[in-house]
């Protein structure tokens, strides 16, 4: 791990990310030492530092040391950027940025599809952190232990006024009757770079992707359900007691991103 450029397991306790979570982070897959989707990560990173009016660190520099930490040929790098130290109490001060980097192994993936919870634990909606991947994640941490407790490796999770927002750590697609379908994200939630890519991908295919707002129902009428993040595709086969068909995944996204991320 490096902390500001230096092999370090350590954080000053007085960090404001550690103290408010006041910070940020990107999770980023390395293929072959290179990061196919790097440029958009780096653009939402820059514009979050910007909405929070932390220094954003150089993008060079966060490049070097990702790839000096990357040691296989399929490696997840997780980058955090803190206000760092300094300020008093919630007022935040002009200390230096504090960078963060470490490595995790490239996730198994089930090709069969996983099963997934949809929680009772809401997503607020309003708050001014909507859009950002912020390190205040309670509300993620409180619904990953209702879908561990019900035996699910994922979660589905709706804003306050019950409509679907997303995964837990992935934005959520669905194959209905009309299409293609992802949540709005105007009020809460993340728009994951690799979101970005399949609404790219879906549109160059002539694929009718809607964005909509859409209550739980929509998954109970589903053919399909997939989740999407900068790791890849994960196909959900089953959401509280909804069962899912893998292959009405549309093959043209499948493609594009097994090619992008040099998968089978």
């Not at 960090?15 to 293929?31: C, H, K, P, V």
């Not at 290179?34 to 514009?47: F, T």
């Not at 490049?63 to 997840?76: D, I, K, M, P, Y």
Request: hydrophobic share 45%; charged share 20%; aromatic share 6%.
């Amino acid at each position: 791990m490096l902390v500001n450029g230096r092999n370090s397991d350590t954080l000053p306790v007085l960090d404001r990310g550690l103290l408010y979570g006041d910070g940020l982070f990107e999770t980023i897959s390395f293929i072959d030492g290179e990061a196919p989707l790097w440029d958009r990560h780096m653009a939402r990173l820059s514009g979050a530092c910007r909405r929070l009016g932390i220094a954003m660190p150089d993008a060079a520099i966060l490049q070097g040391e990702a790839v000096s930490l990357v040691s296989a040929a399929r490696e997840v790098v997780k980058i955090l950027v803190t206000r760092g130290q300094g300020g008093h109490g919630y007022f935040p001060g002009e200390g230096e940025t504090t960078r963060i980097l470490y490595t995790r192994p490239w996730p198994v993936r089930e090709r069969g599809g996983i099963r997934a919870h949809l929680c009772r634990t809401r997503l607020a909606t309003g708050s001014p952190l909507a859009g950002l991947k912020s390190l205040n994640r309670l509300e993620q941490v409180l619904a990953a232990r209702e879908a561990q407790l019900a035996g699910c490796e994922e979660a589905i999770l709706c804003d306050a006024g019950g409509f679907l927002v997303e995964g837990l750590m992935s934005n959520l697609f669905w194959v209905g009757d009309g299409g293609l379908f992802t949540p709005s994200l105007e009020q809460c939630g993340v728009a994951g770079v690799m979101r970005d890519f399949v609404l790219e991908v879906a549109a160059r295919a002539g694929i009718d992707v809607r964005v909509v707002r859409r209550g739980p129902e929509a998954l109970e009428e589903a053919r399909a359900v997939f989740l999407t993040n900068a790791l890849g595709l994960t196909r959900v086969s089953e959401c509280n007691g909804n069962n899912y068909d893998a292959d009405a995944v549309p093959i043209e996204i499948t493609a594009a991103m097994n090619t992008l991320l040099k998968q089978e």
